[in-house]
């Protein structure tokens, strides 16, 4: 999927495409828009619009009928009503605001809880191809545009519909003519500006769709990787794209201004064609007796008013055109990740740190080693899920991302509490992709990843988040207190539970710094924090959740070496703390070896030709696999290379 999704213009076309308009629909449908708040928005609006009409109906009569030099009291009720309806005016304007931004914003709120929602359910794949920065314009501005369209085209559309109506009916009675010629005049307005407008807005929307979504995804890369980018020289490079997309932005608007300017012009012209045939029809009729000379100025000055509601649609066609192609955006995403068979059934795992790895990220994890003896208490997290005791199992496992290659290739893994696996090898070689696939989130590429013997990825998501959760490398920490942070994973973990996590991660001396302690508010995405103290933040999540089964990523990244150590350490002999009851299973990838006699095995990720130095040239190279398997110890014995590479970390 890509970023490009507003639909081409084809000569002769509509001016909404058919995709855009079902597109609309369906996003529309989708707000579940409030239909009696937003017939009070209708009624609300059309009451302030005829206001100015009968104020300027009114304020005609009587200024005409005063030149008369009638008795005075003839004149009081025209007065009175001149007050109210300048009153009433901003009265049902400012009721009609208040009732259509309730509705808008509360169906943008249904919107993308929908969107949050599918996208939770759906396959990892469903947003893989999308930069943060498009996901983010999609999620955000796209849905806001699609609820702007209930205020800036629905509700414009609704009243000039039902005051033009009441202006005809109001001119047409005191002459058929002027309100037959009034009505042509609304109808060219209200139908031909608003379609040039909507032709005319076509390119420069889409224009401005495809430059907002460069834009959001370039500033989120600039944000996320500002570090990386300045130590690689390429900050200045990206700065200057951004400039160049908002400058692209800008001409875009200006493009789309001015199908508004030609829509104001129609409806101008509209609007002084029906004063000018006013008075061309009533200056006769009022000659002839056939209309009072009071009526006559009633029916001249009335459409000055009435074309108020036609001057919105132009604007109101131009958001239709900007919602259209913000629909189609996202009813994309949402029929990507919609369930639809086994592919895309329910899965989860509690991602404890709330979103997926990378597509790629080294997470190191080893596995079978001998016993270690429990070392201190129990996990101070919520009891371990009671009941059967799960199993997570692989079976000549082939994984890899979806439309990528094969990044490993079969692997074996049994997974149970109690038990502690801890996986291997260098950056890139598929770690991570097999802890995402293990949890659900990604389709294995070959062979089997089954929680119970079922295939994780087709299962119920809530089925695998009460047995599984993952801590990604790169999980989120959200900008909230530290307390709240925690509570991703269990609602209910009391302050106490929650220092104590804190301290298990190895944070306890930190906790009693901060100066607010549990609700300290942490930035967004942790950037008042350090590496290190967000890893162990995201570790005490983990250990909040009841799940029995632990899949951690790069557990000990960001800390130096003897801290990583005894966490890994640790960590790996959570699933024999438990004082009752068979504790939790661990799957744990890490690049350090020192701490790994505590896993019941080690699985070594590899490709053999690496090993002996006969590497193929990129894209040639076959998927990694396993290159030995066991303990700790008899992989010290057995295997020269990983003897070699805890060797080195010994020197350091």
Same mark, same amino acid.
């Given at each position: 999927?890509?970023?490009?999704?507003?639909?081409?213009?084809?000569?002769? &076309?509509?001016?909404?495409?058919?995709?855009?308009?079902?597109?609309?629909?369906?996003?529309?449908?989708?707000?579940?828009?409030?239909?009696? %708040?937003?017939?009070?928005?209708?009624?609300?609006?059309?009451? /302030?619009? $005829?206001?100015?009409?009968?104020?300027?109906?009114?304020?005609?009569?009587?200024? &005409?009928?005063?030149?008369?030099?009638?008795?005075?009291?003839?004149?009081?009720?025209?007065?009175?009503?001149?007050?109210?309806?300048?009153?009433?005016?901003?009265?049902?304007?400012?009721?009609?605001? !208040?009732?259509?931004?309730?509705?808008?914003?509360?169906?943008?709120?249904?919107?993308?809880?929908?969107?949050?929602?599918?996208?939770?359910?759906?396959?990892?794949?469903?947003?893989? /191809?999308?930069?943060?920065?498009?996901?983010?314009?999609?999620?955000?501005?796209?849905?806001?545009?699609?609820?702007?369209?209930?205020?800036?085209?629905?509700?414009?559309?609704?009243?000039?519909?039902?005051?033009?109506?009441?202006?005809?009916?109001?001119?047409?009675?005191?002459?058929?003519?002027?309100?037959?010629?009034?009505?042509?005049?609304?109808?060219?307005?209200?139908?031909?500006?608003?379609?040039?407008?909507?032709?005319?807005?076509?390119?420069?929307?889409?224009?401005?769709?495809?430059?907002?979504?460069?834009?959001?995804?370039?500033?989120?890369?600039?944000?996320?990787?500002?570090?990386?980018?300045?130590?690689?020289?390429?900050?200045?490079?990206?700065?200057?794209?951004?400039?160049?997309?908002?400058?692209?932005?800008?001409?875009?608007?200006?493009?789309?201004?001015?199908?508004?300017?030609?829509?104001?012009?129609?409806?101008?012209?509209?609007? $002084?064609?029906?004063?000018? *045939?006013?008075?061309? +029809? $009533?200056?006769?009729?009022?000659?002839? /007796?056939?209309?009072?000379?009071?009526?006559?100025?009633?029916?001249?000055?009335?459409? !000055?008013?009435?074309?108020?509601?036609?001057?919105?649609?132009?604007?109101?066609?131009?958001?239709?055109?900007?919602? /259209?192609?913000?629909?189609?955006?996202?009813?994309?995403?949402?029929?990507?990740?919609?369930?639809?068979?086994?592919?895309?059934?329910?899965?989860?795992?509690?991602?404890?740190?709330?979103?997926?790895?990378?597509?790629?990220?080294?997470?190191?994890?080893?596995?079978?080693?001998?016993?270690?003896?429990?070392?201190?208490?129990?996990?101070?997290?919520?009891?371990?899920?009671?009941?059967?005791?799960?199993?997570?199992?692989?079976?000549?496992?082939?994984?890899?991302?979806?439309?990528?290659?094969?990044?490993?290739?079969?692997?074996?893994?049994?997974?149970?509490?109690?038990?502690?696996?801890?996986?291997?090898?260098?950056?890139?070689?598929?770690?991570?992709?097999?802890?995402?696939?293990?949890?659900?989130?990604?389709?294995?590429?070959? *062979?089997?990843?089954?929680?119970?013997?079922?295939?994780?990825?087709?299962?119920?998501?809530?089925?695998?988040?009460?047995?599984?959760?993952?801590?990604?490398?790169?999980?989120?920490?959200?900008?909230?207190?530290?307390?709240?942070?925690?509570?991703?994973?269990?609602?209910?973990?009391?302050?106490?539970?929650?220092?104590?996590?804190?301290?298990?991660?190895?944070?306890?001396?930190?906790?009693?710094?901060?100066?607010?302690?549990?609700?300290?508010?942490?930035?967004?995405?942790?950037?008042?924090?350090?590496?290190?103290?967000?890893?162990?933040?995201?570790?005490?999540?983990?250990?909040?959740?009841?799940?029995?089964?632990?899949?951690?990523?790069?557990?000990?990244?960001?800390?130096?070496?003897?801290?990583?150590?005894?966490?890994?350490?640790?960590? +790996?002999?959570?699933?024999?703390?438990?004082?009752?009851?068979?504790?939790?299973?661990?799957?744990?990838?890490?690049?350090?070896?020192?701490?790994?006699?505590?896993?019941?095995?080690?699985?070594?990720?590899? %490709?053999?030709?690496?090993?002996?130095?006969?590497?193929?040239?990129?894209?040639?190279?076959?998927?990694?696999?396993?290159?030995?398997?066991?303990?700790?110890?008899?992989?010290?014995?057995?295997?020269?290379?990983? %003897?070699?590479?805890?060797?080195?970390?010994?020197?350091?």
């Amino acid at each position: 999927m890509t970023a490009t999704t507003a639909a081409p213009v084809r000569p002769g &076309a509509g001016v909404l495409p058919a995709a855009e308009r079902r597109a609309l629909r369906r996003a529309v449908a989708l707000l579940d828009l409030d239909r009696v %708040r937003l017939l009070w928005a209708v009624l609300a609006g059309s009451a /302030g619009l $005829g206001s100015a009409v009968a104020l300027s109906a009114t304020a005609a009569w009587l200024i &005409a009928r005063a030149s008369q030099m009638p008795p005075i009291l003839e004149l009081g009720v025209a007065s009175v009503a001149v007050r109210t309806f300048g009153i009433s005016r901003a009265l049902m304007r400012y009721l009609e605001r !208040l009732a259509s931004h309730e509705v808008a914003l509360r169906g943008m709120a249904s919107l993308r809880q929908h969107v949050y929602q599918t996208l939770a359910a759906g396959p990892v794949d469903a947003v893989a /191809g999308l930069r943060r920065g498009d996901l983010l314009a999609r999620t955000g501005a796209d849905v806001d545009a699609v609820g702007d369209v209930v205020v800036r085209a629905l509700l414009p559309a609704a009243v000039a519909a039902v005051v033009g109506v009441g202006s005809v009916a109001l001119v047409g009675w005191l002459h058929p003519g002027i309100g037959a010629l009034l009505a042509v005049c609304l109808l060219v307005a209200g139908l031909v500006g608003p379609w040039l407008s909507m032709r005319a807005a076509r390119l420069s929307e889409r224009a401005q769709l495809l430059a907002r979504a460069d834009l959001s995804a370039t500033a989120q890369t600039l944000v996320d990787g500002a570090a990386e980018l300045t130590v690689s020289g390429r900050l200045t490079r990206l700065l200057a794209h951004l400039g160049r997309t908002e400058a692209t932005l800008a001409r875009a608007k200006d493009a789309a201004a001015r199908p508004a300017a030609l829509a104001a012009g129609v409806d101008n012209l509209a609007m $002084g064609v029906a004063v000018l *045939g006013a008075l061309v +029809l $009533g200056i006769p009729a009022a000659t002839a /007796g056939a209309l009072a000379p009071v009526e006559l100025a009633v029916v001249v000055l009335t459409p !000055l008013a009435a074309f108020e509601g036609t001057a919105l649609l132009g604007p109101a066609a131009i958001q239709l055109v900007r919602s /259209g192609g913000s629909a189609l955006r996202i009813m994309e995403l949402l029929d990507a990740a919609a369930p639809g068979g086994e592919r895309s059934a329910q899965r989860d795992v509690t991602v404890a740190a709330g979103r997926p790895g990378r597509r790629e990220t080294p997470a190191p994890a080893p596995a079978n080693a001998v016993p270690a003896p429990a070392a201190g208490p129990s996990i101070p997290a919520a009891e371990v899920t009671p009941g059967p005791r799960p199993h997570l199992g692989a079976r000549n496992l082939a994984v890899g991302w979806p439309g990528g290659a094969v990044v490993a290739a079969g692997l074996d893994l049994d997974l149970s509490p109690g038990r502690a696996v801890a996986v291997v090898g260098p950056s890139g070689i598929g770690k991570t992709t097999l802890l995402l696939t293990l949890a659900g989130l990604l389709p294995p590429r070959a *062979g089997a990843a089954t929680l119970d013997g079922a295939p994780a990825w087709g299962m119920d998501r809530g089925a695998v988040s009460d047995q599984v959760v993952l801590t990604a490398e790169d999980a989120h920490v959200f900008a909230t207190t530290v307390l709240e942070n925690l509570r991703v994973a269990r609602g209910s973990v009391t302050r106490a539970e929650a220092a104590a996590l804190l301290g298990r991660a190895g944070l306890g001396d930190w906790l009693a710094r901060l100066p607010q302690g549990l609700d300290t508010m942490l930035g967004t995405d942790a950037t008042t924090i350090s590496g290190g103290e967000r890893r162990r933040i995201l570790l005490a999540r983990a250990l909040a959740s009841p799940a029995p089964l632990l899949l951690l990523d790069e557990p000990g990244e960001h800390l130096d070496p003897a801290t990583a150590d005894r966490l890994v350490t640790d960590l +790996l002999r959570a699933g024999r703390d438990a004082e009752s009851g068979p504790g939790r299973g661990v799957v744990l990838v890490t690049h350090r070896l020192a701490a790994l006699d505590a896993a019941d095995e080690v699985i070594v990720l590899g %490709r053999p030709e690496e090993v002996n130095d006969d590497v193929a040239p990129g894209p040639a190279r076959a998927p990694a696999t396993v290159l030995a398997r066991g303990s700790h110890r008899e992989l010290l014995a057995t295997m020269p290379a990983y %003897r070699w590479a805890a060797e080195q970390e010994e020197r350091r």
